[in-house]
């Protein structure tokens, strides 16, 4: 009787497991994190629950449910703003459910911001269609109108847990507000922290950067650094800085709610909507001898995708007689200019065009203006005086170039329709120009930008058809390869970024691009074995690139996805081990942590 019982246990064991597990382990295995999370949940373990619901999340980043269910755990916890954290994450992916939004209004009242609690339950009131449970929202929305308090509070008032002996956080995190420091004991960060709550954020910043002299890699130099970047307004350098700290023990809560509403908030600031280019404007009037080279101009990255199409050409200075008068005031102007004195070097300039503007230089001095303008990012003063070239000396040796930096500077600041409307005169009025190749991969980068990926692959195809270079060749072929995978068409994609990263020796930043890229395809086709090979090249070729940790992260996957257990782990620790503050060495950790963990519970899996 006593052997009857226990085969029974057994056989109730294996019976719940296979209905609990799918019959296909390789599509189970990422749901089977977000099943035992919900059993934790269900036996109150939230700690349990919140280990296994973020091992879900790091094979879908994007699975509101875990998101959701992690908030619920936090709320639980008392945790209030993980738990907001978590559950805007979730309304981010999946903003019709209801039960997301009214969990997420519970995470806001509970830190006192009633105004956003109550706009999350009118949203939840709108689209919920069960009558009994809008009846119980409109209830909890009365509740919370008769709460409210004359002030609103904009920010969380909750500070973590004190038992955390070395620190505490003054104030939840905010994108918008004053940068709050942990108040830590460490005496070589004390420094910083006064500096940072004194909004000394330049002087904080040189601190962190002598700390990181003396102790590189230290978790919470890294982090002052970006409370003070945040001050600065240096939100791109900020965002990176909180991210190398997201997995330390003592500081990764704060740094990742900063992480979480900042990559929620507006496009960054010092990111420009439309061109993603760099201005250039190569001379077409005089010999080399005649002319001197302005540094390359910085790239503006681009909204929509994360890799930027830069024009590798250098802006140039025109002049047109360096011994005549007018010639040798630009060659002061010049001279201004490079001292780092572009104030009075555009005064020259005006002067040049005012006095003489009938003289060889005058035409010079106005594309000159614009180009100045242009590498200072001050558009709107660029656009006037490289109209004035085309209308005035529509003749002019320097009309086309005018023309393309025209372009440029209307995208700069904005106004895609007027960019458009010049790109595609110059590409009427200049067909075989030096520039053409140019001014058509930007009007590709701005459809680009924009999402118009067909309208932007056609225009990259016309750029193929003329371009002369290898270099350009392989740039044109990495954007179309690019368009494709914006259209989620892999196998496309791979045909143009295969052409793009054949040349082993080019060094270029769209070859670099294109062998990440087609890495990336190949895993996306699930034609693993390519694609390992690519991550492989791709690290080979470009070890510095920032794509390198992504890169060791997706190799331990498919390593992990084939079975190869100490393959993936010794790619793991690699990738730790080399590259411990980046974002992708924190999820490495935890799929490492998946593969000794797979390895215990491979019975119930198979």
């Known amino acids: 009787m006593q052997k009857t019982t226990i085969y029974t246990i057994i056989a109730f064991v294996f019976l719940s497991a296979a209905m609990l597990f799918s019959q296909n382990p390789s599509d189970d295995m990422e749901l089977i994190h977000y099943r035992l999370g919900m059993r934790h949940y269900k036996a109150k373990e939230y700690t349990k629950a919140v280990e296994a619901f973020n091992r879900m999340l790091t094979f879908r980043p994007g699975h509101a449910p875990s ?23 979730a309304a981010r992916f999946d903003g ?29 009131i709108d689209k919920e269609k069960n009558s009994d449970k809008k009846s119980k929202f409109e209830k909890d929305m009365a509740m919370l109108l008769g709460a409210v308090k004359s002030q609103q509070a904009t920010t969380s008032k909750t500070a973590y847990s004190a038992k ?68 600065l307004k240096q939100t791109k350098e900020a965002l990176y800085n909180f991210k190398r700290v997201v997995a330390d023990p003592q500081f990764g809560k704060s740094a990742s709610e900063y992480v979480s509403l900042l990559e929620t908030a507006a496009p960054l600031k010092d990111v420009k909507k439309g061109l993603n280019t760099t201005v250039k404007a190569k001379s077409e009037k005089v010999d080399s001898s005649k002319m001197a080279a302005v540094d390359t101009a910085k790239t503006i990255a681009p909204v929509s995708t994360q890799f930027v199409f830069p024009i590798t050409d250098k802006l140039n200075f025109v002049i047109e007689d360096t011994s005549a008068k007018d010639g040798q005031r630009m060659l002061a102007a010049l001279d201004l200019y490079l001292a780092e004195r572009p104030d ?25 203006l614009g180009l100045i303008y242009a590498k200072l990012r001050l558009w709107d003063n660029a656009v006037p005086f490289l109209s004035k070239v085309n209308k005035e000396y529509p003749g ?67 750029g193929l058809a003329i371009a002369a270079t290898p270099s350009s060749k392989i740039e044109m072929n990495q954007k179309i390869g690019e368009c494709f995978w914006k259209q989620s068409e892999s196998a496309k994609a791979v045909e143009y970024l295969k052409v793009a990263a054949a040349d082993s020796t080019s060094t270029t930043e769209s070859a670099q691009r294109a062998v990440f890229r087609l890495a990336d395809a190949y895993f996306k086709i699930k034609n693993f074995e390519n694609a390992l090979r690519f991550y492989r090249q791709a690290i080979a070729r470009f070890p510095s690139s920032t794509d390198v940790p992504w890169a060791l ?14 393959a993936a782990i010794k790619v793991y620790d690699r990738l730790i081990g080399e590259y411990p503050g980046s974002y992708w060495a924190s999820q490495a950790k935890w799929q490492r942590d998946d593969v000794v963990w797979e390895n215990d519970y491979k019975e119930i899996l198979r």
């Open 164 to 231: 955390t002996a070395d620190s505490i956080v003054v104030a939840a995190p905010s994108a918008q507000s004053k940068p709050q420091p942990f108040m830590s004991k460490d005496t070589l960060l004390v420094r910083a922290a006064k500096l940072i709550a004194d909004s000394s954020y330049q002087e904080a910043l040189k601190e962190t950067r002598f700390l990181l002299t003396k102790h590189p890699g230290k978790p919470g130099a890294y982090y002052y650094a970006a409370l003070a970047r945040l001050g």
């Open 396 to 462: 002019s040796d320097v009309a086309a170039a005018s023309a393309a930096l025209l372009g440029h500077s209307y995208a700069g600041r904005g106004d895609a329709d007027s960019a458009f409307a010049v790109f595609d005169r110059f590409i009427a009025k200049y067909p075989g120009n030096s520039k053409s190749l140019e001014v058509i991969s930007a009007k590709g980068d701005l459809l680009f930008s924009q999402g118009k990926w067909p309208a932007a692959q056609s225009v990259y195809a016309a």
């Open 67 to 89: 998101h959701h269910m992690l908030g619920l755990c936090y709320l639980e916890q008392k945790d209030i703003p993980q738990a907001i954290s978590s559950l805007r994450k």
């Open 96 to 124: 019709e459910n209801t039960d997301v939004l009214k969990a997420l209004a519970d995470g806001y009242a509970a830190n006192n911001e009633k105004e956003k609690a109550m706009a999350q339950l009118r949203l939840a």
């Open 553 to 566: 992260y997706q190799m331990g996957n498919i390593h992990r996805r084939g079975g190869q257990a100490d």
């Open 344 to 368: 009075p070097a555009i005064n020259q300039l005006r002067s040049i065009y005012q006095t003489s503007p009938r003289s060889k230089e005058a035409d010079n001095a106005l594309y000159n």
